[in-house]
């Protein structure tokens, strides 16, 4: 099985008022942790798709191990970096994992569940223990539909729209926190220090 694993991180950061990629986060930029974590995670092929502040965290971040999708059309929702990575995939793609850039709670453990718990399932989320959360996994017929998605939110209804065809595989602990605003960030930061979901054992 050939599995690709997808980092969105071309948000605009409009409600954050700076480029929550580079956000310190343990002596680092918050995106960098994502992507550390993704680089231990077993899949063939990694991509990251970049747009709001894309020089900054081409200069700042290390984006070794990844091809770079740039989407012109960032400020339209995450959707079109999903749309425009997909194309990047490569010919025998049969799942790809997909990963927030400002999610760095999110563990090798969880990916490595998703990927175990899904069986064949076209669809996959997380179901932790207060909610669904990702990474979520696609199958490969699920590839045209993450081609045609448009604007924001649009993976959470694709996952309304199918809904018999999503599996959820159990993760324990909390969703992993994101970041949008200066609160969250700041809320990540004070549940790091203190151990919390699982933040002490991320990459």
Same mark, same amino acid.
């Given at each position: 099985m050939t599995i690709a694993c997808l980092v969105l991180a071309a948000g605009r950061s409009s409600r954050l008022g700076r480029p929550k990629q580079?956000?310190?986060? *343990?002596?680092?930029? $918050?995106? =960098? /942790?994502? #992507? &550390?974590?993704? *680089?231990?995670?077993a899949v063939d092929q %990694? #991509?990251?798709?970049?747009?709001?502040?894309?020089?900054?965290? %081409?200069?700042?971040?290390? $984006? /070794?191990?990844? =091809?770079?999708? =740039?989407?012109?059309?960032?400020?339209?929702?995450?959707? /079109? /970096?999903?749309?425009?990575a997909v194309t990047e995939l490569?010919? &025998? &793609?049969?799942?790809?994992?997909l990963l927030l850039g400002d999610q760095p709670g999110v563990t090798v453990e969880a990916v490595h %569940? #998703? @990927?175990?718990?899904?069986?064949?399932?076209? $669809?996959?989320?997380? %179901?932790?223990?207060?909610?669904?959360?990702?990474?979520?996994?696609?199958?490969r017929d699920v590839l045209p539909d993450l081609r045609a998605l448009h604007g924001d939110k649009a993976v959470w209804k694709l996952l309304e729209q199918r809904a018999s065809d999503v599996v959820e595989v159990a993760v324990p602990g909390l969703v992993p #926190?994101?970041?949008?605003?200066?609160?969250?960030? =700041?809320? @990540? @930061?004070?549940v790091d220090r203190s151990g919390a979901r699982g933040l002490s054992s991320t990459a």
């Open positions: 580079l956000l310190p986060f *343990r002596g680092r930029p $918050l995106l =960098e /942790s994502v #992507l &550390t974590t993704a *680089r231990a995670c %990694r #991509l990251v798709a970049l747009g709001g502040a894309a020089d900054d965290v %081409r200069d700042q971040v290390d $984006l /070794s191990g990844f =091809e770079v999708v =740039e989407n012109q059309a960032y400020g339209t929702g995450c959707s /079109s /970096s999903i749309a425009a490569g010919p &025998t &793609t049969d799942v790809v994992v %569940r #998703l @990927l175990a718990g899904r069986g064949d399932a076209s $669809l996959a989320v997380c %179901r932790y223990d207060d909610g669904i959360g990702h990474p979520f996994a696609f199958g #926190l994101d970041v949008d605003t200066q609160q969250d960030y =700041e809320q @990540l @930061l004070a």
